[in-house]
């Protein structure tokens, strides 16, 4: 069975920008987290999406959006990009997010300019 | 409000030595489960073992073994007789029920430690 799939691996943007991040499950999990992971904060939940309803979102700005497709594949965007958003991206996907092991991909690396 | 903390930032050993890693936690709830995850230089994260709150057996998979007491809120891995492949940072998360009795697909993470095997 594939593993959970991000793309790009790697993103530069300038600030100002913006950025979507994909995220694919794996084939049959309906759950898909979005994690941000830095130096200084650690590995943080931003938000998290069952069968293409967002079900809980962390303490992130607005600018953190998402959005999951009836096929479960998952997207991120982050609008008006600042240079503390320059972190590693990662997606995770379970079989019904709630207290199930969660698979991760291995991530986007957004450096932002 | 839920909390993991690992208290070790980095460990160094030599290989053959036997490391345990430590993590507390905080949380609210009668249900929940706790996880450790590794994270090798690659940077994906891997799940290593899954324990709900109900369940306080201390389970071993080959060379890795997890203490879980709730009398003390940790949840402790040991790696037996490490090897320079087990070099990598290592997570202990946190589930919790959200509102609505799930936890709806967060994962807390604690800092981590970042274990170096040396050969």
Same mark, same amino acid.
């Given at each position: /069975?594939?593993?959970?799939?991000?793309?790009?691996?790697? *993103?530069? /943007? #300038?600030?100002?920008?913006?950025?979507?991040?994909?995220? +694919?499950?794996?084939?049959?999990?309906?759950?898909?987290?979005?994690?941000?992971?830095?130096?200084? =904060?650690? *590995?943080?939940?931003?938000?998290?999406?069952?069968?293409?309803? =967002?079900?809980?979102?962390?303490?992130?700005?607005?600018?953190?959006?998402?959005?999951?497709?009836?096929?479960?594949?998952?997207?991120? &965007?982050?609008?008006? *990009?600042?240079?503390?958003?320059?972190?590693?991206?990662?997606?995770? +996907?379970?079989?019904?997010?709630?207290? &199930?092991?969660?698979?991760?991909?291995?991530?986007?690396?957004?450096?932002?300019? | 409000?839920? %909390?993991?903390? =690992?208290? =070790?930032?980095?460990?160094?050993?030599?290989? %053959?030595?036997?490391?345990?890693?430590?993590?507390?936690?905080?949380?609210?709830?009668?249900?929940?489960?706790?996880?450790?995850? /590794?994270?090798?230089?690659?940077?994906?994260?891997?799940?290593?073992?899954?324990? &709900?709150?109900?369940?306080?057996? &201390?389970?071993?998979?080959?060379?890795? +073994?997890?203490?879980?007491? /709730?009398?003390?809120?940790?949840?402790?891995?040991?790696?037996?007789? +490490?090897?320079?492949?087990?070099?990598?940072?290592?997570?202990?998360?946190?589930?919790?029920?959200?509102?609505?009795?799930?936890?709806?697909? %967060?994962?807390?993470?604690?800092?981590? #430690?970042?274990?170096?095997?040396?050969?």
């Amino acid at each position: /069975k594939a593993g959970v799939t991000q793309t790009p691996r790697y *993103l530069i /943007k #300038t600030r100002g920008q913006q950025v979507t991040l994909s995220c +694919s499950p794996i084939s049959g999990h309906r759950s898909v987290s979005w994690y941000q992971q830095t130096p200084g =904060q650690g *590995l943080q939940f931003l938000f998290e999406y069952f069968s293409e309803t =967002q079900r809980n979102k962390g303490n992130f700005p607005g600018r953190f959006s998402g959005r999951q497709f009836s096929n479960s594949r998952s997207e991120m &965007n982050v609008s008006t *990009l600042e240079l503390g958003d320059s972190a590693l991206y990662l997606c995770a +996907s379970s079989f019904r997010g709630d207290y &199930n092991e969660q698979f991760f991909g291995p991530g986007t690396r957004l450096t932002v300019l | 409000a839920q %909390k993991v903390t =690992q208290a =070790q930032t980095e460990i160094s050993v030599v290989e %053959k030595e036997d490391v345990t890693l430590d993590c507390v936690y905080e949380t609210r709830d009668t249900t929940y489960y706790l996880f450790w995850y /590794k994270q090798p230089p690659s940077g994906e994260l891997v799940f290593l073992i899954r324990r &709900n709150s109900f369940d306080e057996q &201390n389970e071993i998979s080959g060379r890795y +073994s997890w203490n879980f007491q /709730k009398s003390t809120s940790s949840f402790n891995f040991t790696i037996t007789a +490490s090897q320079v492949v087990d070099s990598a940072v290592y997570f202990c998360a946190l589930s919790e029920a959200e509102v609505g009795g799930t936890s709806y697909g %967060k994962l807390t993470f604690g800092q981590g #430690t970042i274990l170096t095997v040396h050969p």
